[in-house]
C-alpha cells in the first residue's frame, strides 16, 4: 500500500508554503468579479436545476451575457430531459499553431437539489467566466473552449443526461482532438482548520488534513496530465496545491465533469 500511495500521490515541485502576499490592483478587481459571479449565480439565482427551470435558464442566460461581454460567439447545445430543453453553452479562443488540438475547461452551473450551489457550483462557473475574459485575444498554440455544463448533479450525475456526457459523446463523434479536460470544481472552499479535509482511509497518510489547498485529480490514464498541470500551477502560483492520480473507481476521483470525458477516451482531471 505504502509504494501505491507514493506512485499516485507523487508530484512533481513543491507545494507553496509561503504567507500569502497582499492582493495587487488587478488581483483585487478579478476577487471583486469573481465574487459577483458567484453571488449572481448564488445569492440572486439561487438553487437551479431541472426542479427550478426558471432559475436554471437565468443562470445560463447570465453566463451567455458575461461571455458575450469578453467578445465571444457562444454556441449553444440544446438538449432534452424530462420534457424541458437545457444547454450546454461554449466559447473558444481559436488556437494558432495547432488549431485542431483543444484544451477545454469546464465547469457544471446547475446545483444540487436543496442548495444555492455556491461554492458546488458558482466557483467553478466564475472561474471559466474570468479565465474566459482574461485570455481573450491571447495568441495561443492550441485552441482553448471554455464551457458551462448543465446536469452535472444527481439525478443526472454519471448518466446519460449529464450535461458533460452529452457534450463529450458529441466531441467523440465529431472526432474532436481534446489533448486536455480540466473540470472546475468546487474550488471557493478554504479553511486552515485542522480536520477540514477528509479522505477515503488510504489518503488520509499522504494528504493534509486542512483543506487550505487546490486539489489536481484524476485517474491513472491521466497521470501525466495531472503532473503536468500541477508542475505548471507551482510554478506560477502562490497557493498550496496537492495532486493525486488514483484508480477512477475509488470513491472522489471520478466526481466531476472529467468523468464524462474518460468515458470518451480524452485525458482529463479536476
Do not use: C
Not at 48 to 53: A, G, I, T
Not at 153 to 170: C, H, I, L, N, W
Request: glycine share 10%.
Amino acid at each position: 500500500p505504502g509504494l501505491v500511495g507514493v506512485y499516485m500521490s507523487s508530484m512533481p515541485g513543491r507545494s507553496y508554503s509561503e504567507s500569502v502576499s497582499p492582493l495587487s490592483v488587478d488581483d483585487g478587481e478579478l476577487r471583486d468579479r469573481l465574487r459577483e459571479h458567484v453571488w449572481t449565480l448564488a445569492g440572486q439565482i439561487g438553487e437551479r436545476n431541472l426542479w427550478r427551470r426558471e432559475a436554471l435558464e437565468a443562470s445560463a442566460d447570465y453566463i451567455e451575457k458575461r461571455f458575450r461581454e469578453s467578445g465571444y460567439d457562444v454556441a449553444s447545445q440544446d438538449f432534452v430531459v424530462a420534457d424541458t430543453t437545457v444547454r450546454n453553452l461554449e466559447v473558444e479562443l481559436p488556437g494558432t499553431v495547432m488549431p485542431d488540438e483543444i484544451v477545454l475547461l469546464g465547469a457544471h452551473y446547475d446545483s444540487i437539489l436543496g442548495s444555492p450551489g455556491a461554492d458546488d457550483n458558482a466557483t467553478g462557473t466564475a472561474t471559466v467566466l474570468e479565465l474566459a475574459r482574461l485570455l481573450v485575444g491571447k495568441r495561443l498554440a492550441r485552441s482553448i473552449r471554455f464551457v458551462a455544463f448543465v446536469n452535472e448533479e444527481p439525478p443526472f450525475f454519471q448518466t446519460d443526461d449529464m450535461g458533460s456526457r452529452v457534450y463529450a459523446r458529441r466531441a467523440r463523434k465529431r472526432g474532436e482532438k481534446i489533448a486536455a479536460m480540466l473540470s472546475l470544481e468546487s474550488v471557493g472552499y478554504f479553511s486552515d482548520a485542522k480536520g477540514s479535509q477528509g479522505y477515503p482511509f488510504l489518503f488520509r497518510l499522504f494528504y493534509p488534513s486542512r483543506g487550505n489547498f487546490l486539489g489536481f485529480v484524476g485517474n491513472i490514464p491521466a497521470r501525466r496530465l495531472v503532473r503536468q498541470s500541477i508542475r505548471s500551477f507551482r510554478q506560477h502560483a502562490a497557493l498550496p496545491s496537492e495532486g493525486v492520480a488514483a484508480p477512477g473507481w475509488i470513491m472522489g476521483i471520478g466526481w466531476s465533469d472529467h468523468w464524462s470525458f474518460w468515458k470518451e477516451g480524452y485525458p482529463a482531471i479536476m
